[in-house]
């Protein structure tokens, strides 16, 4: 498990989103776990999971944005997943 941490970012607003994710999706796994100071076993699966997390929000924010209210509701559901599962237990970031 990795060790917690603080990404000082939220990830639920539209422009800090947008610029975590242009910053760091060319990056994955432990290249990524790198770049955002993660540790431990399973910091690269965290990182993955928080930009799978902000590629999901930016589609639901682009959704809400065109009207397409369902297909949003879809994408922060996996949100809502990906949080749960996999971000929640080591980030007190949100």
């Not at 776990?33 to 799978?52: T, V």
Request: hydrophobic residues 35%.
């Amino acid at each position: 498990m990795p060790k917690p941490f603080h990404l000082d970012i939220n990830l639920d607003d539209e422009v800090e989103c947008r610029e975590f994710f242009e910053k760091h999706s060319p990056f994955s796994g432990q290249d990524l776990a790198k770049r955002l100071g993660l540790q431990g076993e399973g910091a690269a699966g965290l990182a993955s999971s928080l930009i799978m997390y902000a590629s999901h929000r930016l589609a639901a924010f682009n959704y809400r944005v065109h009207g397409y209210i369902v297909d949003a509701i879809r994408q922060e559901t996996h949100c809502d997943t990906l949080y749960r599962l996999g971000i929640q237990p080591v980030c007190d970031c949100w």
